[in-house]
Every structure is written in structure tokens, then in C-alpha cells.
């Protein structure tokens, strides 16, 4: 199976590996147990040419909505036949009018199963019909029967009775599959909530460390291939007061509020995390030194704004590390490249950005604490 096949497409595959199957079988099996068959093999090698032709539909998803109304009346008509073959009446395989109406309801549009199921209790009613009124010789496969072909009346109590179980397997088999599908959905929804749930920050609802790292490593993968892209490390000067003088719902609330300008200061193609206290990160892909500049230059303003609202006579604000990559950068060496230009930021005073030295230098464990909990 491909991996451009959505959900439905493989649902229909695996549903059409049922046709080919009782392709195989009608082949190999209805000549061994009914020998007479052997007259019709033709027939039977046509189905299951066919089975496998609309399986190769499916696959390359040609045909929509009518390659599968196609198929059913395909279905129809090869059971028309084997039916009318063995006995309109006396046959168990009449039953497979309702396996095909339930079987297109699974795989097709509403409208398609019921014109497929309708199709069916007309194709019956003539066969039928053309036996009793001696149109057509009843079970030529097997003459002894020929005494117990059904007269009119007969005939049309069993037209309704396979109407009505048709019509009431297929509605019953359309509600169960809507259900299923609505269901599938409402999985899907919640799976994909989840998902994004574990890639952010609880606090803040920026992307956490580790999804941000993984982004990070995947755009190196562009980097290499000639994409500038730009690492932004932001360390708050001053938060610490914050906790201690406001208490530490001030500070969730101030976090929240810093995260929010940080979103506002990049694009949507930018990617904003918390890489865990009051550090922040941004990814900029396709971005140069000049456009990474006017972001970081903006970003030390906005803060500033955001972190005098509190307490202005000690506003929070922010040291901004820029550092771009290199193809021959790692995750571990741009963040810390990153880190260190924060670093050099904050102990020029802070509420400026800096840029990182053109040098990398693999992180080593004695280099300290902030370069380690990065580097994981």
C-alpha cells in the first residue's frame, strides 16, 4: 500500500480484495464442486478479470463514485447469472444480493449502494419473472428442479421478500457505517488535539523543547541544501523580582502575556517555543543575518513594553541571542552558539540581542549549565 492512500482509499482496497477473492474462487471452485460449470468458464474467468481491473483502479484512485457503481453492477450481474443458472428459487446464493448491497455501502456513496442494491431486486424480479413465465428454463444447471420452478405467485412473494431484506440490510449497513465514519472522525479530531497537545508548552501554549528541537533539526536539513534560517535564543532579565515580589501567578501570567509577543514579533512560518523557566526560542526559516536583526531589535522593544506594565520602576526585559546556521551545524551547536550570544547579551546589561560569534565550538560537559541543559 502507498503512503498517498488516505484512510478510505485503503478501506476500499481491502474491501475489493473481497471481489477478487470470490473471483478466485468461482473460478477454481464452482467447476470442482458443480462440474456443469465448466460449460460457462468464460464467464467466471471474465469476473475475476474484472475484479482484478477494478483493483488496479482503486489503487491509482481512478474512476471515484462510478468505478465503484460499476463494480456493483458487475457484482449484480454475475450473481444474476449464477442465480438464474441454478435456480432462481431453490438457490442459497440469492443471499448474495444482500452481501453486494452491504458490501457497496461499506465502500461507496449512499446513492451509489442504494441504485447498486436497487439494481439488484430488479435484475432478480426478471430472472425471476422470465422463469415463471416460462421465458427462460429454470436451473439449466439442473433439470431435476425443473418440476419446482415457483409460478406467479410464488415469484412475487419472493421479489418482495429479497426487496425488503435489501432495503433493510443496506439501511441498517448505511446507518453502521455512518456511525463508524462519524466516529472516525471524532477520532481523528481528538488525535490530532492530542498531538498538538504534547508539542507545546502547558503554560504558555508555545511549542515545548523538545518538539522545538526537532523542528530545529529538520530545518538544518534545508539549511544544507542552501536555506538560510535563524536561530533566536531570549533569556528575561529581571523575572526572577517578578516571582518574588508579585508572586508567582504575576509571573505565569506575565510568561503568557512575553509568549504572546513573541508570536506577534514572528511570522506564522516562524517557529516560537519555551525552552523551559523564562527562556524562550524562535526558528525563522528562509531568513538572513539583516532580517534576523530587525526581528531580535523588535523583540528586545516588545518585552521591554510588555515587561514595564507590572512593576515599571523595575521592568522585565530581554537578552536576545542571534545566531544563523551553518550546513555543517547540529542542533546541539547552533543552540548553544545561540545561547552564548544571549549570554554576552545579558552581561552587557540585558535588553539588547547580540549575534553569535562565527566560531563553533563542540559544547563540552564542563561548559556549564546552561549550555548542558540545551545541548539535551
Known amino acids: 500500500m502507498t503512503a498517498r492512500f488516505s484512510d478510505h482509499q485503503q478501506d476500499r482496497f481491502r474491501a475489493g ?42 489503487r491509482r484512485n481512478i474512476g471515484g463514485p462510478y468505478r465503484v457503481l460499476a463494480g456493483g453492477v458487475i457484482d449484480t450481474a454475475f450473481t444474476t447469472f ?33 441504485l447498486v442494491g436497487g439494481l439488484g431486486i430488479v435484475a432478480y424480479a426478471s430472472v425471476t419473472y422470465a422463469e415463471a413465465l416460462h421465458f427462460l428454463a429454470y436451473a439449466p444447471d439442473y433439470p431435476v428442479l425443473s418440476a419446482a420452478a415457483p409460478d406467479l405467485t410464488v415469484t412475487t412473494r419472493n421479489v418482495m421478500l429479497l426487496a425488503a431484506l435489501v432495503l433493510a440490510c443496506t439501511s441498517v449497513s448505511d446507518r453502521i457505517a455512518r456511525a463508524l465514519r462519524t466516529r472516525e472522525q471524532q477520532l481523528r479530531v481528538m488525535n490530532g488535539r492530542l498531538e498538538e497537545l504534547s508539542q507545546r508548552d502547558p503554560l504558555t501554549q508555545l511549542y515545548n523543547r523538545r ?17 538560510p534560517m535563524a536561530l533566536l ?7 526572577k523580582h517578578v516571582n518574588d515580589k508579585h508572586g508567582h501567578l504575576a509571573g505565569d501570567d506575565l510568561l503568557r502575556r512575553i509568549a504572546r509577543a513573541l508570536e506577534d514579533s514572528t511570522r506564522a ?14 526558528m525563522l526559516p528562509d531568513t538572513d543575518l539583516e532580517q534576523a536583526t530587525v526581528v531580535a531589535d ?24 542571534v545566531a544563523m546556521a551553518r550546513p555543517e551545524d547540529d542542533v546541539t551547536l547552533l543552540l548553544n552558539a545561540a545561547d552564548e550570544a544571549c549570554y554576552r547579551a545579558k552581561a552587557a546589561g540585558g535588553s539588547r540581542f547580540a549575534h553569535a560569534s562565527s566560531v563553533r565550538n563542540p559544547p563540552q560537559l564542563e561548559s556549564g549549565p546552561r549550555a548542558s541543559a540545551k545541548a539535551g
Do not use: K
Open 269 to 282: 512560518v516562524d517557529v516560537a517555543g519555551r525552552f523551559g523557566g523564562d527562556e524562550f526560542v524562535a
Open 17 to 58: 480484495s473481497i471481489r477478487v477473492a470470490l473471483g478466485v474462487f468461482s473460478v477454481v471452485a464452482i467447476p470442482f464442486f458443480q462440474p456443469v460449470a465448466r460449460t460457462y468458464e468464460p464467464v467466471l474467468l471474465g469476473y475475476l478479470v474484472a475484479s482484478i481491473v477494478f483493483q488496479f483502479l482503486i
Open 233 to 239: 535564543m531570549m533569556d528575561l532579565d529581571g523575572f
Open 82 to 114: 449464477l442465480v438464474h443458472r441454478m435456480g432462481s428459487g431453490s438457490t442459497p446464493l440469492v443471499a448474495s444480493y444482500l452481501v453486494i448491497g452491504m458490501f457497496n455501502v461499506l465502500v461507496s456513496p449512499a446513492w451509489a449502494a442504494r
Open 298 to 321: 523588535r523583540l528586545v522593544s516588545t518585552v521591554r513594553s510588555v515587561g514595564s506594565e507590572l512593576d515599571p520602576r523595575r521592568p522585565v526585559t530581554a537578552s536576545v541571542g
Open 211 to 227: 518538539y522545538f528541537v526537532h523542528r530545529v533539526d529538520e530545518e538544518l536539513q534545508r539549511v544544507r541544501r542552501g536555506h
